[in-house]
């Protein structure tokens, strides 16, 4: 019998080409009987598609208790093109005998550099130096002194793959690491601590955690409040972890010295935004990480899980309720 699979087509670039590389569908090869193609799933995965599909390969498209919850569900497996899967309701798949999995291995490392990237640049000032140079005011970058990372404190909310990629990337460039997470958790060259007390000693601040009911504004004004006036604050996990309101008011204000987001709190971000005007950020559209490696490894392991599954095996990254 067909295993029929469906790619998700915000999974395309505007040339109809994944935006992997194309070769990450051999993995699909491992099973002869699965056949694929391309779905328009729009923001949410439909009955429709649960009832066609043995497996589905998601990136952007919701999938909810609505998507399986016709009786005619054929549906086994939602692939996550990442490792977020926050646009997932897995108890509600889990209750259907639906299989969810993420790319968790596969993003480590970019996200990490991702994250220190922006931790890099705005230490430097790197796009303030940029617009001198481009503004024809080169004598003027005696006035943009950067700040230096080996006396400085780098705080990682949440000790997961990502956080410590980060801090083992990290080590050579600052003089204390930190993290917080509510599971104890030993890591080798840092500290952990309170929430609290993170957020008040860090000099870059850097949010790598998942978003859940607990995380979600789990920094908000309050904890702006507790940074130091000189801090940055990094969100390279999801928006919604921080209250972006509140950011805005701390960085007018100069709680903080500045922000580096790959992701904010509504996406793509309103045109409007006060953050597009200040020159104390820096904003990539939930991106940064994304490289053909990045991807290409994303893909393949989203696809492996569907061949496994297929096969009648359990895959790797199952993602629980």
Known sequence: MTFRVGVTSDLKTASGEPCFNPAAF????????????????????TVKHAAEFDALHVNLP??????VASDDLRLKIVARNGVGYDTVDIEALSAKGVLTTNTPLAI??????????????????LLTKDRLVRAGKWNER????????????????????????????????????VYSDPLEISIEGARQLMLETLL???????????????????INEAAFGLMKPTAFFINVARGPIHDETALIAALQSKQIAGAGLDVTEHEPIAEDSPLLTMDNTIITA??????DECFEDIARTA????????????????VTA
């Open 286 to 291: 939930h991106s940064l990480c994304w490289t």
């Open 62 to 67: 919701r999938v909810t208790a609505a998507s």
């Open 108 to 125: 480590r490392r970019p996200v990490a550099v991702a994250a220190l990237t922006h931790a890099f640049a705005l230490t430097s000032k």
């Open 26 to 45: 051999d993995e699909l090869a491992a099973n002869p009987e699965i056949e694929w193609e391309w779905i328009d799933a729009g923001d949410e995965v």
């Open 142 to 177: 005696v006035e943009h002194m950067g700040v230096g990372l080996t006396s400085r404190t780098l705080g990682v909310i949440g000790a997961g793959g990502i956080g410590r990629e980060m801090m083992g990337l990290a080590a050579p460039f600052f003089g204390d690491i």
């Open 200 to 218: 008040s000693e860090a000099d870059i601040i850097v949010v790598a955690c998942l978003l859940t009911d607990d995380t979600r504004h789990l």
């Open 303 to 318: 696809l492996r899980s569907i061949v496994d599954v297929s096969l009648g095996n359990r895959p790797d990254h199952v």
